[in-house]
């Protein structure tokens, strides 16, 4: 039977248990870094424009909205292990269907299954959450986004030196790194069900099997503050990085040659190097000492810096500065959000709530690729970055008047979980 380190009162991870999926989730990670990159180079060589590549990203997001709460559902009934190797199994099928990829509408269906994906940071999230307690939850979870930063810093460094050779052959490297996640899963991580982490399953009714409707998921007060704040900062996050490379590509000229795919790689090597830093290192220590209303606000005024740097950035110094403050604040950003909405979920339904969180994630993805593809090709720079910023502040206003000034997290202990609908 497993342990839950939130039924022992443990303050300290169980590296035994945490290391396997840390390495599953840094293949998967890295698989992913090396074919985004190319992606919107490889469909400008097959005519896609700005809005075709937003399409192309909506529709993946769209699949990861509607699949997202269904995953995390069936992680709580059939194992966390079972979902991420299903989860495996369709990322290595979707690259396989892109490198094959002679047109658009196969790039689309590609992208598509590869939203169903989304399902394997769902299930290692609610894995990290059955194994930690409210104390080093925040841990737990930045643990795991660290092994997405490390997986981006060798996807994305991949993809800028094998992109010389070819837009396929980066595709084709994130083929053997799904493979080798989905190796990993099979054989060193253990079966993680919620289920049977201090609950008895015979106490369950079938009732709480069930879906959560997304009414009863936000009937919570602070549940409610915590989802605006998140789509609100996922918005303009999401309208940043999804057509960050087609802005560059018309504003950013280096002493060399222009922004191609090269360039996009090693940006997100570096991004996913900020990552492990800030999420290995920092989080912990800066836990200790903001609150979880003050540490939001922080994130939203590190990456308003950041988004305002990129509208300068035509040399490079301002380029990596920009890149640095966005990135520092999304890895703060992720673990914070998910953390905050885990301890207030009770144990058995993490996969649920997890997954829906990640569906709200997901319908911001969908959304905004298409709207920052529609500004980026009419060259509407200026507007989306305003909106960009104007969300990020609608968040910090909503999280500095609305969240309470006390932090289950900094306590060590849950905040008392209020009745659900």
């Not at 009934?77 to 892109?98: C, E, H, N, W």
């Not at 799904?178 to 982490?197: C, Y």
């Not at 490379?245 to 090597?269: D, H, K």
């Amino acid at each position: 039977m497993n342990v839950d380190a939130s039924t022992t009162g443990g303050d300290k991870l169980d590296w035994r248990v945490i290391l396997p999926v840390f390495l599953s989730v840094s293949l998967y990670a890295a698989s992913a870094a090396a074919a985004l990159p190319i992606l919107p180079f490889y469909l400008k060589e097959m005519g896609g424009t700005p809005l075709i590549f937003g399409v192309v990203i909506a529709t993946e997001a769209l699949t990861q909205f509607v699949a997202a709460p269904l995953v995390g559902q069936l992680s709580d009934r059939l194992g966390r292990k079972k979902i991420l190797l299903a989860t495996q199994a369709a990322a290595f099928t979707s690259f396989l269907l892109l490198a094959l990829a002679k047109a658009v509408f196969p790039v689309l269906l590609a992208r598509m299954l590869f939203g169903l994906t989304g399902g394997t940071l769902t299930a290692a999230v609610a894995y990290a959450a059955d194994y930690s307690s409210p104390a080093n939850r925040r841990q737990a979870i930045g643990t795991l986004n660290a092994a997405v930063g490390l997986g981006g810093i060798v996807g994305a460094g991949l993809t800028g030196y094998l992109s010389d050779i070819s837009l396929t052959v980066p595709i084709y490297a994130a083929m053997a790194l799904s493979a080798a996640s989905l190796a990993v899963t099979t054989i060193w991580i253990k079966g993680s069900h919620a289920a049977s982490n201090g609950v008895d399953e015979s106490t369950r009714s079938d009732a709480s099997l069930e879906k959560v409707s997304f009414r009863s998921f936000v009937s919570s007060p602070l549940i409610r503050v915590l989802v605006i704040v998140l789509l609100c900062y996922f918005f303009a996050y999401g309208m940043f990085s999804s057509q960050i490379a087609n802005y560059l590509q018309v504003t950013f000229i280096s002493e060399r040659n222009s922004f191609g795919p090269r360039e996009l790689g090693y940006i997100m090597a570096a991004d996913g190097a900020i990552n492990i830093i800030v999420q290995l290192f920092l989080l912990q220590w800066i836990g200790r000492y903001f609150t979880e209303r003050r540490l939001i606000v922080l994130i939203c005024a590190i990456v308003a810096v950041g988004y305002i740097t990129v509208g300068f950035a035509t040399t490079l110094p301002i380029l990596v500065l920009a890149v640095f403050c966005v990135g520092v604040g999304d890895a703060l950003a992720r673990p914070t959000f998910l953390s905050a909405l885990s301890v207030h979920a009770p144990r058995e339904r993490q996969g649920i709530v997890l997954g829906t969180t990640q569906s709200l994630l997901a319908a911001t993805e969908a959304v905004t690729p298409v709207i920052a593809g529609f500004l980026i090709g009419r060259a509407l720079y200026g507007f989306w970055t305003g909106l960009i910023i104007a969300f990020v502040a609608i968040a910090a206003v909503i999280t500095w008047t609305r969240l309470p000034s006390s932090d289950p997290e900094v306590e060590g202990q849950a905040s008392p979980k209020e009745p659900t609908q």
